[in-house]
């Protein structure tokens, strides 16, 4: 299929399934949401509209083996140029996938963006520092952004990225694809209509072993080590399972066993939420082993997602017995519904305020690990 071809959107072979799996992800906001998406589906799909334009910024593993091909499923957008140092890299992406070599912009001709009627998304992938000064830059340029997690490196500068996109008019959405997983939408379920009581006692993990030498453990690019690249999914989920923000938080980090490789950054942390009305979470993140889950308990029960952060392969367990969940494409979903989300004007579910929210968290877990594991609360917006 040619992704710059509007007329693909009347061949597409599962078009059923998918506003189905997009509804159920959308439906995941509540309200009116999962009915606004099928019917600018509908729309979309009975050929009236063009899809909405989007441009990746950062062709870097994320873009390349995941969002790139996500953009081949999406009904409401599709890949429509990039942003990148290397115009050599532009080209072959241009022939790839379809769109004019003069949607190729580099990082310094980013407000060259403004008024080009095939962008009207940019998808900030670059490492976590650059955010801000990213994310700034394509509001300034007029086009609604979705930046990657985290947010930034820190509270003050997501209120700087929010800041910038109110006064520009444009939406700004963070790239929290497990918002739109079915797994993890029925961990909101179950915390909403508690049929396992109160989820009071959660606990998870996200770790990977982390070998090579890269921006991830550059401290000025990455923010942190393991807990702003993945502990954060383990902050989401707990989140979603508590349906509130932790009040507080204690935390320490691990002696190192790679010294030499995390100097500037944490190898592993582990860390406790306080949430309200005595819900607590108990959680860990490391770059020097693989794990990868989320549980939670309540009085009645419990359920346990493991694996819980992947693209793929999410399992759920219960008290009950197993569930059995068909996968959806996560980012195909996410990034369908913010463009719903600027077509019908309503708001994103994964808003840069859920951004900064988590970034408030991540600040309280590093002042508290700093400080030998005193209890710190977590600072409200
Ligand atoms: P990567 O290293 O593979 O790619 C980073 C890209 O940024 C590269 O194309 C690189 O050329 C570009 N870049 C621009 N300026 C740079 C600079 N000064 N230094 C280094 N690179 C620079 O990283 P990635 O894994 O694609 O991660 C990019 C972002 O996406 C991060 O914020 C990360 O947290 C996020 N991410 C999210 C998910 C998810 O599931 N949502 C998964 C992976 C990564």
């Not at 890299?89 to 769109?99: A, E, I, L, R, T």
């Not at 797994?183 to 179950?190: A, F, G, K, P, S």
């Not at 819900?279 to 549980?295: G, K, P």
């Amino acid at each position: 299929m040619n992704p710059a071809d509007p007329g693909a959107l009347r061949s597409h072979p599962s078009r059923r399934d998918f506003v189905r799996a997009v509804a159920l992800g959308a439906a995941c906001v509540g309200g009116g949401a999962a009915g606004a998406l099928a019917a600018e589906l509908a729309e979309a799909t009975q050929g009236g509209r063009r899809k909405l334009g989007i441009a990746l910024m950062g062709l870097g593993l994320y873009s390349r083996g995941e969002l790139a091909p996500a953009l081949q499923k999406t009904q409401l957008c599709r890949l429509a140029g990039v942003v990148t140092g290397s115009r050599e890299k532009g080209v072959k992406w241009s022939q790839k996938y379809g769109f004019p070599e003069a949607n190729i912009w580099d990082y310094s001709a980013i407000h060259q963006l403004a008024g080009n009627p095939d962008i009207d998304i940019v998808y900030v992938v670059t490492p976590n520092g650059l955010h801000p000064e990213h994310v700034i830059r394509v509001a300034e340029a007029g086009k609604h952004v979705i930046c990657e997690k985290p947010m930034a490196n820190s509270v003050a500068d997501c209120d700087k990225m929010m800041a910038a996109c109110r006064k520009a008019g444009v939406k700004l959405s963070i790239g929290y694809r497990l918002q739109f997983d079915p797994h993890h939408i029925e961990l909101d379920r179950l915390a909403r209509e508690k049929d396992f009581g109160t989820l009071d006692r959660l606990s998870g993990e996200h770790s990977w072993t982390f070998t090579q030498r890269a921006w991830r453990i550059e401290k000025s690019l990455s923010g942190g080590g393991p807990l702003m690249d993945v502990g954060i999914y383990v902050i989401q989920a707990a989140c979603r399972a508590a349906r509130a923000q932790p009040v507080a938080v204690t935390a320490r980090e691990l002696p190192k066993t790679r010294p030499e490789l995390f100097n500037e950054v944490e190898e592993t942390i582990e860390w406790r939420m306080e949430f309200p009305a005595g819900v607590v979470c108990d959680a860990s993140s490391s770059y020097a082993r693989n794990n990868n889950f989320f549980r939670a308990e309540g009085a009645r029960g419990w359920i346990r997602i493991d694996p819980a952060y992947g693209y793929r392969g999410i399992e759920v367990d219960t008290s009950r017995g197993p569930l059995a969940i068909t996968p959806v494409p996560q980012q195909a979903l996410q990034m369908d519904d913010f463009a719903s989300c600027i077509l019908t004007g309503r708001e994103t579910p994964v808003p840069g305020s859920m951004g900064r929210d988590h970034m408030a968290i991540i600040e309280a877990i590093y002042a508290s690990a700093a400080q030998g594991g005193r209890r710190v609360e977590v600072a409200r917006a």
